[in-house]
């Protein structure tokens, strides 16, 4: 992993293997899936961009404000007119606390942070949405994965390198993630 992630509790050399490697899954229901459907097409976004203002949200609650590289994965139906789409980059998002912000607003405020990410040598997380596959950690510290491929449910798994990662750490990213979701959904 070379250099510690602003966000990581603990520095950790080289990527984690099987033994280093933990993970927790939430499943959010039927209510926040559909938040976050009637959010995609209300606010003519995508459901990437959607989760990255939630993961910023997230993480700027849990570790702090800043900016988080992200390297992104998504596939499947992720645009506004249900299209097919496929991406693999890396980005990054502002990590964002303020209160004051509105749903909108923190979209706002993501979409036009989220940014090619060149001068970024490695990402702080990878995240992968609606791909096959669990999520495994490897060279990034946390991993996510949002399988939102079903209609009744929203699945995310935090895997974490536990020489990173503190597991209350991770638990206190996956409980702030809901509530940052229903946030940037409501507007």
């Keep these: 992993m070379g250099a510690r992630s602003w966000i990581a509790d603990h520095d950790a050399a080289g990527p984690a293997g099987p033994a280093d490697t933990s993970m927790m899954s939430t499943s959010l229901g039927g209510v926040l899936a559909a938040e976050l459907d009637g959010a995609r097409e209300s606010l003519g976004c995508t459901t990437e961009e959607i989760v990255l203002a939630a993961l910023g949200r997230a993480v700027a609650r849990t570790m702090g404000e800043g900016l988080l590289a992200v390297d992104v994965d998504s596939a499947g139906s992720d645009s506004?007119?249900?299209g097919a789409q496929s991406a693999a980059r890396r980005v990054v998002v502002p990590c964002v606390s303020r209160r004051?912000?509105?749903g909108a607003e923190l979209l706002a405020t993501a979409r036009a942070t989220v940014s090619?990410?060149?001068?970024h040598p490695r990402a702080d997380v990878s995240l992968r949405i609606n791909t096959d596959g669990v999520a495994?950690?490897?060279e990034?510290?946390?991993c996510v994965h949002v399988d939102h491929s079903g209609d009744s449910h929203l699945r995310i798994d935090w895997a974490y390198d536990t020489r990173n990662f503190d597991r209350y750490t991770v638990e206190e990213l996956s409980e702030q993630f809901p509530l940052a979701l229903i946030e940037v959904t409501s507007g």
């Design 80 to 82: 506004v007119d249900g």
């Design 100 to 102: 004051e912000l509105s």
């Design 136 to 138: 495994t950690v490897g």
């Design 116 to 119: 090619t990410a060149e001068a």
């Design 140 to 142: 990034y510290g946390l």
